[in-house]
Protein backbone atom coordinates (compact mmCIF):
# COMPACT_ATOMS: atom_id res chain seq x y z
CA UNK A 1 0.00 0.00 0.00
CA UNK A 2 1.01 3.69 -1.06
CA UNK A 3 0.86 5.19 2.92
CA UNK A 4 2.56 9.08 1.58
CA UNK A 5 0.77 11.96 2.30
CA UNK A 6 1.15 14.29 -0.71
CA UNK A 7 -0.82 18.07 -1.53
CA UNK A 8 -4.03 15.70 -3.28
CA UNK A 9 -4.70 14.21 0.14
CA UNK A 10 -4.82 17.94 1.96
CA UNK A 11 -7.26 20.74 1.97
CA UNK A 12 -5.43 24.12 0.80
CA UNK A 13 -7.11 26.42 -0.08
CA UNK A 14 -9.74 28.35 1.55
CA UNK A 15 -12.89 27.28 -0.58
CA UNK A 16 -12.24 23.97 0.29
CA UNK A 17 -12.19 24.82 4.08
CA UNK A 18 -15.72 26.61 3.85
CA UNK A 19 -16.92 24.66 1.72
CA UNK A 20 -16.89 21.60 4.67
CA UNK A 21 -18.02 24.26 7.18
CA UNK A 22 -21.24 25.34 4.92
CA UNK A 23 -22.35 21.23 5.06
CA UNK A 24 -22.34 21.58 9.07
CA UNK A 25 -21.85 18.31 9.80
CA UNK A 26 -19.82 18.18 12.54
CA UNK A 27 -19.07 16.43 15.86
CA UNK A 28 -16.75 16.90 18.90
CA UNK A 29 -15.52 15.69 21.82
CA UNK A 30 -13.27 16.90 24.73
CA UNK A 31 -9.77 17.55 22.55
CA UNK A 32 -11.18 17.21 18.96
CA UNK A 33 -14.00 18.88 16.66
CA UNK A 34 -14.70 17.21 13.10
CA UNK A 35 -16.18 18.29 10.28
CA UNK A 36 -16.41 16.40 7.57
CA UNK A 37 -18.02 16.40 4.13
CA UNK A 38 -18.67 14.07 0.88
CA UNK A 39 -16.35 14.66 -1.76
CA UNK A 40 -16.25 13.55 -5.65
CA UNK A 41 -12.82 12.95 -5.68
CA UNK A 42 -12.55 8.72 -4.86
CA UNK A 43 -10.07 9.87 -1.68
CA UNK A 44 -10.40 11.26 1.24
CA UNK A 45 -8.57 14.92 2.37
CA UNK A 46 -7.78 16.36 5.48
CA UNK A 47 -7.23 19.92 6.88
CA UNK A 48 -6.40 20.53 10.39
CA UNK A 49 -6.84 23.95 12.58
CA UNK A 50 -4.81 24.40 15.13
CA UNK A 51 -5.34 27.88 16.99
CA UNK A 52 -2.31 30.15 18.70
CA UNK A 53 -5.81 30.45 21.63
CA UNK A 54 -5.64 26.54 21.84
CA UNK A 55 -1.50 26.33 22.23
CA UNK A 56 0.65 29.60 22.82
CA UNK A 57 4.29 27.64 21.28
CA UNK A 58 4.90 26.76 17.99
CA UNK A 59 6.36 23.26 18.62
CA UNK A 60 3.38 22.59 20.46
CA UNK A 61 0.66 23.59 17.43
CA UNK A 62 3.15 21.45 15.19
CA UNK A 63 3.57 18.06 17.53
CA UNK A 64 -0.52 18.22 17.78
CA UNK A 65 -0.78 18.66 13.95
CA UNK A 66 1.69 15.87 13.23
CA UNK A 67 -0.18 13.31 15.79
CA UNK A 68 -3.28 14.02 13.49
CA UNK A 69 -1.27 13.80 9.75
CA UNK A 70 0.30 10.23 10.69
CA UNK A 71 -3.15 8.80 11.75
CA UNK A 72 -4.92 9.91 8.68
CA UNK A 73 -1.52 8.90 6.56
CA UNK A 74 -1.81 5.17 8.30
CA UNK A 75 -5.63 4.82 7.67
CA UNK A 76 -7.11 6.61 4.76
CA UNK A 77 -7.16 3.63 2.89
CA UNK A 78 -10.26 2.55 5.54
CA UNK A 79 -11.79 6.20 5.07
CA UNK A 80 -14.41 6.91 2.43
CA UNK A 81 -14.29 9.35 -0.09
CA UNK A 82 -14.57 12.55 2.60
CA UNK A 83 -13.06 16.15 3.28
CA UNK A 84 -12.30 16.07 6.66
CA UNK A 85 -11.17 18.86 9.45
CA UNK A 86 -10.17 18.57 12.40
CA UNK A 87 -10.15 21.64 14.74
CA UNK A 88 -8.38 21.23 17.90
CA UNK A 89 -10.10 22.63 20.67
CA UNK A 90 -7.76 21.67 23.77
CA UNK A 91 -3.78 21.24 23.56
CA UNK A 92 -2.89 17.34 24.38
CA UNK A 93 0.66 16.29 24.79
CA UNK A 94 1.81 12.71 24.79
CA UNK A 95 0.45 11.22 28.05
CA UNK A 96 -2.94 11.83 26.00
CA UNK A 97 -2.09 10.24 22.45
CA UNK A 98 -3.92 7.05 22.77
CA UNK A 99 -7.03 8.51 24.17
CA UNK A 100 -7.30 11.05 21.47
CA UNK A 101 -6.39 8.97 18.82
CA UNK A 102 -9.42 6.66 19.77
CA UNK A 103 -11.55 10.07 20.13
CA UNK A 104 -10.65 10.95 16.83
CA UNK A 105 -11.78 7.25 15.70
CA UNK A 106 -14.63 7.53 17.46
CA UNK A 107 -15.77 10.69 15.63
CA UNK A 108 -15.12 9.99 12.35
CA UNK A 109 -17.50 7.13 12.53
CA UNK A 110 -20.09 8.73 14.25
CA UNK A 111 -19.89 11.60 11.29
CA UNK A 112 -20.32 8.31 8.64
CA UNK A 113 -23.65 8.99 8.17
CA UNK A 114 -23.35 12.35 6.69
CA UNK A 115 -24.92 12.12 2.87
CA UNK A 116 -24.51 16.02 1.49
CA UNK A 117 -21.91 16.14 -1.06
CA UNK A 118 -19.53 19.03 -1.56
CA UNK A 119 -18.50 20.18 -5.36
Known amino acids: MDYHFGK ?32 ALGFPRLGLIVAKKVARRANRRN ?21 IIIRIRQPFRHTEYADVVRTL ?15
Not at 67 to 74: I, N, T
Not at 105 to 119: E, F, H, W, Y
Open 8 to 39: KYRLLKTDDFSSVFALRCQKSRAWIQVFQARN
Open 63 to 83: YMKRVLREWFRLHRHELPPVD
Open 105 to 119: QQLLVATDGCKATSQ
